[in-house]
């Protein structure tokens, strides 16, 4: 049984940092690769940022230079690391995972992210 589970979501005021991270289970970790992505209230998912098995990372024009994501092959968990973080950053924030081998999606059920301003 696949599962995602995030954690790290809370309030926070524009400006501070949260630190997201997601647990896989069930998966090869390490041929997956490895997303965030966000819904804002009344807007489509969107990504925010993706880690490819071999490392490579790509981040929405949004959250270039504030956003970090890594990962922990040994741990099987992904980060996001959320600095300057501003109310658009508002969201339900989910892990997404993608075999190379199936191209099997699996995702966690999502975690809510709140900056005030």
């Known amino acids: 049984q696949v599962q995602l589970v995030e954690s790290g979501g809370g309030l926070v005021q524009a400006g501070g940092s949260l630190r997201l991270s997601c647990s896989a289970s069930g998966i090869i970790f390490n041929i997956n690769d490895m997303a965030w992505y966000r819904r804002a209230p009344g807007k489509q998912r969107e990504l925010v940022a993706r880690?490819?098995?071999?490392?490579?990372?790509t981040y929405a024009d949004s959250v270039k230079g504030r956003f970090t994501i890594s990962r922990d092959n040994a741990k099987n968990t992904v980060d996001l690391q959320m600095n300057s973080l501003k109310p658009e950053d508002t969201a339900v924030y989910y892990c997404n995972s993608r075999s190379l081998i199936s191209s099997l999606l699996y995702w966690g059920q999502g975690t809510q992210v709140t900056v005030s301003s």
């Open positions: 880690i490819t098995s071999g490392g490579t990372t």
